[in-house]
């Protein structure tokens, strides 16, 4: 597609409950990261993929956080046991290797935790 | 390690005047500089980004920045604040693919910025 595209855009969970989101990244587009943006923060690094190699990992933030991309394309992230301090927004980005070449994000997934 | 500091969460200007958004950065290694801008519940746009040509960047909507490597900086300027442009802007600093960073983008706090008539 022309862009990356999340979904769902907006989900609540009860506190406890798993949850997954999922991206869609630019067709072609080797590099896929993840960024976790909580309220009035900038994005945090969670983790990041290449084709379907995830080669980094050191963002997540506890075991409770999964991510995979097995056909090197659409790219899920999941949350088991979700608490409270989850609630951000997740955004997903998209590059061909050199990061000279700039980083496409998608609108995100803002995860409410109650 | 790299790292961000963005100076000033919120600027507030009138329509018309300069707008000057600062951001001073650290790396190891020559960085790759960007900035973003977001608008409410919307994704990161891009503003403009820094490759190790030349020093001075142009981005779209009139933006530009400077990269200054002795000051470590990279300050971005619009030199008329539209009404358009409040929002909230974002540097951020990533290097080369080769090595552990993996190109991986780090952001700083964000600056708010709010345009009065």
């Known amino acids: 597609g022309a862009g990356v595209s999340q979904s769902p855009r907006y989900k609540v969970a009860k506190r406890g409950q798993d949850v997954a989101l999922r991206c869609d990244p630019i067709?072609?587009?080797?590099?896929l990261f993840w960024y976790q943006q909580a309220l009035g923060q900038g994005p945090e690094f969670l983790t990041y993929?290449?084709?379907?190699?995830?080669?980094?990992k050191s963002g997540l933030p506890s075991d409770r956080f999964f991510a995979e991309r097995p056909e090197g394309s659409v790219s899920t992230l999941k949350i088991q046991r979700t608490q409270q301090e989850d609630s951000a927004v997740y955004l997903c980005?998209?590059?061909?290797?050199?990061?000279?070449?700039?980083?496409?994000f998608g609108s995100g997934t803002r995860l409410t935790v109650v | 390690a790299q790292s961000v500091t963005q100076l000033g969460s919120h600027v507030s200007v009138s329509e018309g005047a300069l707008v000057l958004l600062r951001c001073n950065y650290s790396?190891?290694?020559?960085?790759?500089l960007f900035w973003y801008v977001q608008y409410p519940n919307q994704g990161l746009q891009l503003l403009l980004k820094?490759?190790?040509?030349?020093?001075l960047v142009k981005g779209i909507n009139g933006f530009e920045a400077e990269f200054k490597k002795s000051k470590t900086s990279f300050h971005l300027t619009k030199p008329s604040a539209h009404m358009s442009d409040a929002a909230e802007y974002f540097c951020?600093?990533?290097?080369?693919?080769?090595?552990?960073?993996?190109?991986?983008?780090?952001f700083g706090q964000g600056t708010i910025l709010t345009v009065h008539p």
């Open positions: 980005a998209s590059s061909l290797v050199s990061p000279s070449y700039g980083y496409t």
């Open positions: 067709s072609g587009h080797v590099s």
């Open positions: 993929f290449q084709n379907e190699a995830q080669l980094d």
């Open positions: 790396s190891s290694v020559p960085p790759y």
């Open positions: 820094y490759t190790s040509a030349a020093t």
């Open positions: 951020a600093v990533s290097t080369d693919a080769g090595g552990t960073s993996y190109g991986k983008l780090t």
